[in-house]
């Protein structure tokens, strides 16, 4: 049974931090490539990052030098190092794993707001 269990959203000012975690089971870790995603009210689910299996990355624009997506294959987790978070980051952020499926996470709520 594939797993991948998000964490590290919250609440946050304008300004600050986050880092999302997601633990992925029941997948070959080290051979998928890893993304999050995001979904804010009224609009569809963008990606946001991905990191393949040869660790180079993607990234949106909206997001570049400022968000940074790693992973580590010896715990099976996929990391989203957010900075300099703006309001218009507020959505609900999904992990992703792909190879010849796609899978998904519960999603985690991040608010950006004073």
């Known amino acids: 049974q594939v797993q991948l269990v998000e964490s590290g959203g919250g609440l946050v000012q304008p300004g600050g931090s986050l880092r999302l975690s997601c633990a992925a089971s029941g997948i070959i870790f080290e051979v998928y490539a890893m993304g999050w995603y995001r979904q804010a009210p009224g609009k569809e689910r963008e990606l946001v990052a991905r990191?393949?299996?040869?660790?180079?990355?993607h990234y949106v624009d909206s997001v570049k030098g400022r968000f940074t997506i790693s992973r580590d294959n010896t715990k099976n987790t996929v990391y989203l190092q957010m900075n300099s978070l703006k309001p218009e980051d507020t959505a609900v952020y999904y992990c992703?794993?792909?190879?010849?499926?796609?899978?998904w996470g519960q999603g985690t709520q991040v608010t950006v707001s004073s």
């Open positions: 992703n794993a792909r190879y010849q499926t796609n899978y």
């Open positions: 990191i393949y299996s040869n660790l180079a990355t």
